[in-house]
């Protein structure tokens, strides 16, 4: 089933997504180094790594939120930094974002939220409508919560209309920014379903960062794991793993397996010392 | 030294950097179903505070020139010195500035809050520009009230002037409101509009860029708020001063006269 859309997608020598050697840094900071990476269309990847790899930073600069320190993002063989400002709204357009926190308006309602892309575009209102309601369905919300507020939602709640304003615009590719976070098991595992469903009804590429294994295990075809810089010896490359959920378990790599199984070991020592180190 | 005075120069290059594009945003009014509550929220909201500062500044004003005037014997002439004050000068920066403390920091305050919680950054995923949908019509709401709630400034502060000369101080109303005449030309009237019309772009382009670019987390937002308040209220007394020479300038080349006749 996972497999569905990505058979001969991911032979494709033509990617959606394609990093070069991007770098990132803010200030002195340095968040992400060397990273090569291409998403074939279709494909669901999943990214995960402890907070403050970079993975966030890596969604931004795949829809142009960020530009790279150095390297080169490309969307569909174009680079966002090159593009004339019309130009760049056109191609954003067809990337749908999740965000945390699901950012939604908060002085707009929850059907204003959703139709908010498509008034953008002048769409006509009749569509607009209909579009609005096909989503919130098929994200799980009665026509109800539509006169809503955001701040009158539940966070599961939130994440959802997130979700229907995102694919409001039909994107070609979804990029969900740990959409499980601060959310029960039972919601994680709703917020899992309607991943799943979203690239059954359409061909999607997605890509998901998360923490949550059970998303991995459930949705994804590829999984990278990032590695925080600061732990890293110079030269080491911040990508640990790049391969199938399945092999995830098995990798050789003692970093790997500690994230997956959840493990401190020495890492509160280790955490102390740093500290000591900065002060 | 040098480097709060390359901090300085970034800021002003950010700030024109950012007035273009809100002025670009307002030709192609970006944000225009967003203009009228704005208007209703900045300006309706504002009149209570405006009308109660308004009234009180001229009365103190009264208050305080009175025993000057009265140990000359000019105390018919006070209309003249409150209301040509009030309507060159305290009416417009009063109105800038409660607009600034009021509106301002509000802005800011509000810009900054979305900026941290991602919605500025889901607004450009959806195909909006932001600069453009939130700055625009909050650029041109403060501009085009501004006037309007300067207006209501300055008729409070003549009434409460002349309220305290009139009724508290006894000075024969007729010689009053016939001094204040003759002081109070339209060009007056006219330099006393123009002018919080600067005030009010100049707070809207600060506080919005404040706003955008705030710092993240709580504190960022409030400093935001702050500074976009403190950095409107140095630029409108420095406007002011500006203005008001520039226009006093062209009021003398203009019209030669009208200085003669007073």
């Known amino acids: 089933m996972v497999a569905q859309f990505s058979g ?185 379903e309607l991943i799943l469903q979203t690239r059954q009804r359409r061909p999607i590429t997605s890509i998901i960062v998360t923490h949550e294994m059970r998303t991995i295990d459930k949705c994804v075809d590829r999984v990278v794991m990032l590695y925080p810089l600061s732990r890293l010896q110079p030269g080491q490359p911040q990508i640990l793993y790049d391969g199938s959920p399945a092999g995830l378990r098995l990798a050789e790599d003692e970093r790997v397996r500690q994230f997956i199984e959840g493990q401190a070991r020495d890492r509160l020592v280790e955490l102390a010392r740093q500290e000591e180190a900065h002060s | 030294m040098f480097s709060w005075f390359l901090d300085t120069l970034d800021h002003a290059g950010q700030l024109t950097l950012f007035s273009f594009r809100v002025l670009r945003g307002c030709f192609s009014l970006a944000g225009r179903e967003t203009l009228l509550p704005l208007c209703v929220q900045f300006g309706w909201g504002s009149v209570p505070v405006v009308l109660v500062t308004g009234t009180f500044i001229g009365m103190v004003l009264a208050e305080q020139s009175y025993a000057q005037f009265r140990s000359v014997g000019l105390q018919t002439s006070l209309g003249s010195i409150i209301n040509s004050s009030v309507i060159k000068e305290l009416g417009p920066v009063l109105a800038g500035v409660m607009l600034a403390g009021r509106v301002g920091s509000a802005m800011a305050a509000e810009l900054a809050t979305m900026k941290v919680t991602e919605q500025i950054d889901a607004l450009r995923c959806l195909g909006v520009d932001p600069v453009q949908y939130l700055g625009s019509p909050r650029f041109l709401a403060a501009v085009t009230l501004i006037p309007v709630l300067t207006v209501l400034a300055n008729f409070m502060g003549v009434m409460g002037g002349a309220f305290i000369c009139i009724y508290v101080y006894r000075v024969e109303s007729h010689f009053y409101w016939q001094n204040s005449q003759g002081y109070v030309g339209l060009f007056d009237l006219a330099s006393g509009l123009i002018k919080p019309m600067f005030f009010g772009a100049a707070m809207a382009l600060i506080s919005c860029q404040r706003g955008f670019d705030s710092e993240p987390g709580a504190q960022g937002v409030g400093r935001a708020a702050t500074r976009a308040f403190v950095a409107s209220f140095v630029a409108i007394i420095i406007l002011d001063f500006f203005l008001a020479m520039l226009l006093n300038n062209l009021e003398a080349q203009w019209w030669p006269s009208s200085r003669g006749m007073r």
């Open chain 1, 8 to 192: 001969d997608a991911m032979n494709s020598a033509d990617p959606i997504v394609s990093l070069q050697q991007v770098s990132m840094q803010f200030g002195s900071t340095r968040i992400l180094h060397a990273i090569d990476l291409d998403v074939p269309r279709g494909q669901t990847l999943g990214i995960i790594g402890e907070s403050g790899c970079g993975k966030t930073v890596l969604l931004k600069l795949i829809v142009g939120l960020l530009r790279p320190s150095v390297g080169r993002v490309l969307f569909d063989g174009k680079e966002f930094v090159r593009l004339s400002e019309s130009e760049l709204t056109r191609q954003r357009l067809r990337i749908g974002f999740l965000f945390q926190g699901a950012a939604l308006f908060d002085s707009l309602t929850v059907y204003d939220n959703v139709a908010f892309g498509l008034r953008a575009q002048r769409r006509a209102e009749a569509d607009i409508a209909e579009v609005v309601r096909q989503r919130l369905q098929e994200v799980g919300l009665p026509w109800s919560t539509a006169t809503k507020m955001p701040a009158e939602l539940s966070g599961g709640m939130r994440k959802r209309v997130g979700l229907a304003r995102a694919l409001a615009l039909d994107p070609e590719i979804m990029l969900y920014d740990e959409p499980t976070t601060g959310l029960d098991p039972i919601m994680t595992d709703v917020i899992n």
